[in-house]
């Protein structure tokens, strides 16, 4: 069968980049092993953060570089043992976070992030899944005058600077906005304009089932049987003339056959569901322990912040033991749901942006991955962009090109 475009990886990148390059008129095939939005895309907090302008810098200051290398950050936990592989990428990670490059990196982020709820629209519409996404925003809490006094100011001045909405919660109104909220808080800055998704894995299936309403094909197969054939690409029987790596955290290890190496920071996260306890209407974001807690359909999901070890390093359970306690602090969590808590790993970046358009030196090669922390949020809009770069040879965002950020 020849087809023209072939998309490896049906998370919500490759979802949504089938859906886009359809929607441009090309006869696409979305390649699976397993199940469309079941990996990292089915495991995150739920949250599409049209607020989140300024992508996660590595701390630079010694003190919180101490607290973190002491164990005493839960956000961000590391084993010696996973150093030594990503030391590359965490050297060029710590430098792009100097000031001057993370404000370079924050203008390209924010005019991504910030059309992210209208790229996700009409995909929500269309696909009937209107009843997983809440418009609510979502709450960054602060248990101590200080730091809501900190946030608070820092809300204000991103607020200014991107045109974000958001409003600053305390006492009677915190608890109006969310009364299972029972714990001790200064305060919170509710990010009015960020939706959340009740079952993450849940749209990414939504959105694959619309791409096969829409006449696109899955198919459940290997990545790693790619070949070359001709000037394009085969895949068992489909033949293509371009292929699209959207591979999430598994696209640095695919690519190296191509002889593409990939810095990428592995940043693995936790999460676990609880039942029985407290309802929530939104996500809660408790900045102090590094820990989010979001309804979703299977109870609330308390997730956690960023750990850094080896590929196949076997689960720790540290960090979401103590983002557990963190949050049995704010609200009556109720019991688990799950006997072993779930674990993936955000693709990340060292220079903070995702990558999308072609892999240098492999013609009809298209490179779509390292969103990082915000791949649920980026996905359609990235895809929008590749989708037309794909179509009409124009990079309408030249900071994404991978020869860029290679
Ligand atoms: C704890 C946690 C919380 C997060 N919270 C948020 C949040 O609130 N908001 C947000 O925007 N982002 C969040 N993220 C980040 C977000 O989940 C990721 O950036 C995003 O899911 C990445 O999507 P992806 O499609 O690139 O990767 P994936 O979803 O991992 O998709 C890759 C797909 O490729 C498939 N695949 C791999 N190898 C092969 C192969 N050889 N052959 C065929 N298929 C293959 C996999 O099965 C998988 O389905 C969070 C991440 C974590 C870990």
């Known amino acids: 069968m020849m087809s023209e475009v072939l998309v490896l990886g049906g998370g919500m990148v490759g979802t949504a980049t ?33 607020e989140a302008a300024e992508p996660y810098a590595m701390p630079r200051s010694l003190a919180a570089l101490w607290r973190i290398a002491l164990g005493r950050d839960n956000g961000v936990r590391w084993e010696l043992a996973g150093l030594p592989g990503q030391a590359g990428a965490l050297w060029r990670y710590f430098r792009a976070s100097a000031p001057a490059r993370h404000a370079a990196a924050s203008r390209v982020y924010a005019g991504l992030v910030v059309r992210s709820t209208e790229d996700h629209a009409p995909l929500v519409e269309a696909a009937g899944a209107g009843n997983l996404i809440r418009r609510g925003g979502y709450l960054a809490v602060a248990r101590e005058a200080a730091a809501f006094e900190a946030a608070a100011r820092d809300a204000e001045r991103m607020a200014r600077a991107y045109g974000l909405r958001m409003r600053l919660l305390e006492g009677a109104a915190l608890r109006a906005a969310e009364p299972g909220l029972t714990g ?79 810095p990428m920071v592995l940043k693995r996260g936790y999460h676990r569901h609880f039942a029985g306890g407290a309802n929530l209407g939104a996500p809660v974001v408790d900045e102090a322990t590094g820990t989010v807690v979001s309804p979703m359909r299977d109870g609330l999901r308390v997730l956690t912040g960023a750990e850094i070890a080896r590929p196949g390093a076997p689960k720790r359970s540290q960090q979401i033991t103590r983002s557990e306690a963190a949050i049995r602090s704010l609200l009556d969590l109720g019991q688990p749901v799950e006997a072993e ?56 965002v030249p900071a994404l090109s991978p020869a860029a950020i290679l």
Do not use: K
């Not at 509710?190 to 619309?210: I, N, R, T």
């Not at 791949?375 to 124009?394: D, K, S, V, Y």
């Open 184 to 262: 001790a808080l200064a305060g919170a800055v509710q990010w009015q304009g960020a939706w959340s998704c009740a079952d993450p894995g849940g749209l990414v299936a939504a959105y694959a089932a619309l791409f096969e309403r829409r006449g696109g094909r899955i198919v459940r197969s290997d990545a790693t049987e790619l070949a070359r054939a001709g000037a394009g690409w085969r895949l068992g029987e489909v033949e293509a003339a371009h292929c699209v790596v959207a591979l999430g955290p598994w696209s640095a290890t695919f690519l190296q056959r191509f002889g593409i190496r990939v």
């Open 18 to 50: 089938a859906l886009a390059l359809q929607a441009r008129g090309c006869d696409v095939v979305l390649v699976e092993r397993g199940l469309p939005g079941r990996e990292t895309s089915y495991g995150n907090a739920g949250i599409i953060q049209s």
């Open 341 to 396: 808590p779930w674990m993936g790993t955000r693709p990340c970046l060292p220079g903070m942006l995702p990558m999308a358009g072609p892999a240098p030196g492999v013609p009809g090669l298209w490179l779509h991955f390292g969103h990082g922390h915000q791949g649920f949020t980026l996905g359609p809009t990235t895809a929008a962009l590749l989708g037309e770069e794909i179509t009409t040879g124009r990079a309408p």
